[in-house]
């Protein structure tokens, strides 16, 4: 029996879209539970201040940030829809970034 490369190449292709797949399912849940503490927190008014608001707002936008990432690396450039879907407020589309790391030196 002969190798089949192209059929070789096929299942490695097919594992890679079902990898890529998968992490973007992955960051979408992530990114999905940081934009329902930060509206939980919003629509329950709870108690912790600007401080505490300010920590989900920066978890939500580091997210939100991944997803797009994610998303552009798969190849997809318009993600108004997707994070639409997601209900993604604009106020964090509009701050979407990683998060700082701190820096030792």
């Known amino acids: ?12 292709e097919y594992e890679i879209a079902a990898e890529k797949a998968a992490s973007l399912g992955r960051v979408a849940t992530r ?6 503490a930060l509206r939980a927190f919003d629509e329950a008014g709870a108690p ?16 939100v940030w991944c997803y797009v990432v994610q998303r552009e690396a798969m190849g997809w450039r318009d993600h108004r829809e997707a994070l639409a879907v997601y209900g993604v407020p ?16």
């Open 1 to 12: 029996m002969a190798f089949d490369g192209s059929r070789a190449l096929q299942g490695i």
């Open 31 to 36: 990114m999905e539970a940081a934009v329902a």
């Open 48 to 63: 912790g201040g600007a401080r505490a608001r300010a920590e989900l707002f920066i978890d939500a936008a580091d997210w």
């Open 90 to 105: 604009d106020e964090v589309i509009a701050r979407m970034n990683p998060r700082p790391r701190a820096t030792s030196r």
